[in-house]
Antibody, heavy 122, light 111 residues
Framework: QLQLQESGPGLVKPSETLSLTCTVSGGSISSSTYYWGWIRQPPGKGLEWIGSINNGGRTYYNLSLKSRVTMSVDTSNNQFSLKVSSVTAADTAVYYC??????????????WGQGTLVTVSS | QSVLTQPPSASGTPGQRVTISCSGSSSNIGSNTVNWYQQLPGTAPKLLIYSNNQRPSGVPDRFSGSKSGTSASLAISGLQSEDEADYYCAAWDDSLNGLYVFGTGTKVTVL
């Protein structure tokens, strides 16, 4: 059973870079069938897709964040990572990592990690 | 930034049927399949329906999805207390470079 676990600092200062890692267990991140991505949810609000990456480095980013977002894959450690630069309080959210399936006309995310709260504050 | 519109709330008594709508556009629901997620309080979202009407293994057949044009619906029949949760629709949007868009979310309350 595939499982994903987010890790990283829970507190980031404004203007700094948020960095998170997702460790995948129970399956290989090297599978060409899937994308690996990030979704966030501000406290009390809805879901926002940040972007996805495949093991070949092909990326899709939400354009509202694209200039500040970098994603990467580390197949040797079965992990993938997210960096968001120049953070503000608006980036405070629970960040989820997830596996995505992509095919013509179809895209969905399953499973998800448990999520990690990142607070942006000085 | 949600481009898929859902009613903020829905409710029903145990055993009733509840339906949640999701309205989009030609670039998302009109062009691609729709998924639904269930988020129980304090937990991560869970895939409930994918590709308009497919249930992942383990999801009860009380949950069903449908799509018509640029709208989709999730139906919960035989409502149970454990169904009290937030529900989100989602679909790929072909505009610009492409992005995955979520609905505004619907809170389902079991009366």
């Amino acid at each position: 059973q595939l499982q994903l676990q987010e890790s990283g600092p829970g507190l980031v200062k404004p203007s700094e870079t948020l960095s998170l890692t997702c460790t995948v267990s129970g399956g290989s991140i090297s599978s060409s069938t899937y994308y690996w991505g990030w979704i966030r949810q501000p406290p009390g609000k809805g879901l926002e897709w940040i972007g996805s990456i495949n093991n070949g480095g092909r990326t899709y980013y939400n354009l509202s964040l694209k200039s500040r977002v970098t994603m990467s894959v580390d197949t040797s450690n079965n992990q993938f990572s997210l960096k968001v630069s120049s953070v503000t309080a608006a980036d405070t959210a629970v960040y989820y990592c997830a596996r995505s399936f992509s095919a013509r006309f179809t895209f969905y995310t399953d499973p998800w990690g448990q999520g990690t709260l990142v607070t942006v504050s000085s | 930034q949600s481009v898929l519109t859902q009613p903020p709330s829905a409710s029903g008594t145990p055993g009733q049927r509840v339906t949640i709508s999701c309205s989009g556009s030609s670039s998302n629901i009109g062009s691609n399949t729709v998924n639904w997620y269930q988020q129980l309080p304090g937990t991560a979202p869970k895939l409930l329906i994918y590709s308009n009407n497919q249930r992942p293994s383990g999801v009860p057949d009380r949950f069903s999805g449908s799509k018509s044009g640029t709208s989709a619906s999730l139906a919960i029949s035989g409502l149970q207390s454990e169904d009290e949760a937030d529900y989100y629709c989602a679909a790929w949007d072909d505009s610009l470079n492409g992005l995955y868009v979520f609905g505004t979310g619907t809170k389902v309350t079991v009366l």
